[in-house]
Structure formats: C-alpha cells, structure tokens
Nanobody, 125 residues
Framework: EVQLQASGGGLVQSGGSLRLACEASGFDFSNYDMSWLRQINEKGVECVSAIDSGGISTYYAGSVKGRFTISRDNHKNLVYLQMDNLKPEDTTVYYC??????????????????WGQGTQVTVSS
C-alpha cells in the first residue's frame, strides 16, 4: 500500500522559512517522480514543485521559483520542500504526491496517482 506522510507545516511570519518533509513507503521510491501540490481554492490544486526519480530534473511553479527548493533522499525514501521568504499567499494545505517515473516530468497535479494527507502552512503578515 502506497503511503505518503507529510510533515513540517505550521505557522510562520511573512519572510520566514519552513521545511516540509514527506516519508514514502509501500512502493519503489527510487523509481517514482515526486511532487508537492497545494490547494489553491475549494476545487483547485496546483503543482508547486516536482522532482524526477533520480533527483536530476526539477520543476517550480512561477509563484515559488527562487523561494522554494525541492530535494529527495532515495536512501531514506524522503522528499523535501524547503520554503524560504514565505508570503501570506503561500498559506494553504500542502500535499506530497507520487507517480511512476515518466520521460517528461509531470507538472500538473492530476498527473500524480498517489497523494498523501495534507499539511497546513500558514503565513502571517
């Protein structure tokens, strides 16, 4: 059974930092592309960042480029999202997601087969 356990959310002031972590189990982590998704409204979810199975190719949404950094540790089955210079508009629920490795890195939330539970990030102004 695929399990994705996200942690690291919380309350931070504008300009602050948080590091999200996602522990994966139940599948061959090193052969899966991973992403961080976030809720943007009641029905919408966007892909904030993604990383391929080998940690070589990455993607960032324009709104977070230069502020967020995705990384992974295939030995520990972990994927991280370092979030710096946080803004109030980054406030929402963040999800970790996985999909078997593809030739082209998936950058749309619906392309990811497996989602974990969310972790709340709140940035105060």
């Amino acid at each position: 059974e695929v399990q994705l356990q996200a942690s690291g959310g919380g309350l931070v002031q504008s300009g602050g930092s948080l590091r999200l972590a996602c522990e994966a189990s139940g599948f061959d982590f090193s052969n899966y592309d991973m992403s961080w998704l976030r809720q943007i409204n009641e029905k919408g979810v966007e892909c904030v960042s993604a990383i391929d199975s080998g940690g070589i190719s990455t993607y960032y949404a324009g709104s977070v480029k230069g502020r967020f950094t995705i990384s992974r540790d295939n030995h520990k089955n972990l994927v991280y999202l370092q979030m710096d210079n946080l803004k109030p508009e980054d406030t929402t629920v963040y999800y970790c997601a996985a999909v078997p490795h593809r030739t082209v890195l998936a950058t749309v939330a619906q392309e990811y087969d497996h989602w974990g539970q969310g972790t709340q990030v709140t940035v105060s102004s």
